[in-house]
């Protein structure tokens, strides 16, 4: 997401709902972006439109809710049906 209204949107919504923001940059190999979703126990992924075209997060969200969000930090799709904490 670089450096954007988006990534403070993503902080303060995973905050909000009692999670932690884990940030992993879309460059990274596959395998460590897999090493730290499993190590940090991601439920949900939150991510741009650029991002969420990646392989490696398409692979990850079969498993995990998948937020896209646009460079403003509002939802494009994925949005939870209600706010609050993630189920699980």
């Known amino acids: ?3 954007s209204a988006a990534v403070l949107s993503a902080t303060l919504g995973a905050v909000g ?6 940030p992993m940059d879309a ?3 596959a ?3 897999g090493r730290v979703v499993a190590a940090a126990r ?6 741009d439109e650029a991002a969420a075209a990646q392989p ?3 692979e990850i969200a079969a498993g995990l809710p998948l937020i896209v969000i646009d ?3 509002g939802v494009l799709r994925g949005a939870p049906a209600r706010p609050g904490p ?3």
């Open 56 to 58: 490696w997060v398409r």
């Open 17 to 22: 709902a009692g999670a932690a923001y884990v």
């Open 1 to 3: 997401m670089g450096r």
């Open 27 to 29: 460059a990274w190999p």
């Open 71 to 73: 460079a403003l930090g």
């Open 42 to 47: 991601v439920r949900a992924l939150v991510a």
């Open 86 to 88: 993630l189920p699980g």
């Open 31 to 33: 395998e460590r972006l």
